[in-house]
């Protein structure tokens, strides 16, 4: 059974960058479709981008094209975002997402396992 561990958040200004980690344990990383969602007060739980298991084709939100990249080593049995050019409504827990067939999905609820969720602040 995989778990998740996550890392990397924080606080950033405006126009600045994060890098989020999220090391899949206890499975091999290869197994998984992998998503990030993100969930901002008082709303529902989103989502943000993700990546097939083979790591050959990437999804993401229209808000954040351009900005964020969602990248794997399977090596590494980690899958990244990186986020670049951060706005204040990117502010959120940020949570990674494990599925165990190799596409993932734009619903949260295809996926088998999360990461704990970590606060992502962007100050304006």
């Known amino acids: 059974q995989g778990q998740l561990v996550e890392s990397g958040g924080g606080l950033v200004q405006t126009g600045g960058s994060l890098r989020r980690s999220c090391v899949v344990s206890g499975g091999t990383l290869s197994s998984y479709a992998m998503g990030w969602f993100r969930q901002a007060p008082g709303q529902e739980r989103s989502f943000v981008a993700r990546?097939?298991?083979?790591?050959?084709?990437?999804y993401y939100t229209d808000s954040v094209k351009g900005r964020f990249t969602i990248s794997r080593d399977n090596a590494k049995n980690t899958v990244y975002l990186q986020m670049n050019w951060l706005k204040p409504e990117d502010t959120a827990v940020y949570y990674c997402?494990?599925?165990?067939?190799?596409?993932?999905?734009?619903?949260?609820?295809?996926?088998?396992?999360w990461g704990q969720g970590t606060q992502v602040t962007v100050s304006s």
């Open positions: 990546i097939r298991s083979s790591g050959r084709r990437t």
């Open positions: 997402a494990a599925d165990r067939t190799v596409a993932g999905s734009e619903s949260a609820t295809v996926y088998d396992y």
